[in-house]
């Protein structure tokens, strides 16, 4: 059997890495067009409650996986935000 711990870790592991590719695609392009920004803030603002809950409970899963969650999703925020007007300015 295996122990929940684990299984906590593994789906840390799919759900924290599935953002790696968006965060090196968004850091090559410069191009945030397609990316929403209220999503993300929502997103953000979650991932930091959900920290905040692990922390609280001392969950390593719960806070491993949303701390480094939280760094690619707010990466990807950041650009999301620096970069907003030249995503105005490109043609549809």
């Not at 592991?13 to 392009?29: D, H, K, M």
Request: hydrophobic residues 50%.
């Amino acid at each position: 059997m295996i122990p929940p711990d684990w299984i906590g870790y593994a789906a840390a592991f799919c759900t924290t890495t599935a953002y790696v590719p968006q965060v090196l695609r968004v850091w090559r392009t410069r191009s945030v067009r397609d990316i929403s920004l209220r999503m993300f803030l929502v997103l953000v603002t979650g991932l930091g409650l959900w920290l905040t809950y692990g922390i609280t409970k001392g969950e390593p899963p719960i806070v491993i996986a949303n701390s480094v969650t939280l760094t690619l999703a707010g990466t990807i925020l950041f650009f999301k935000l620096r970069y907003r007007d030249q995503s105005r300015a490109a043609p549809a």
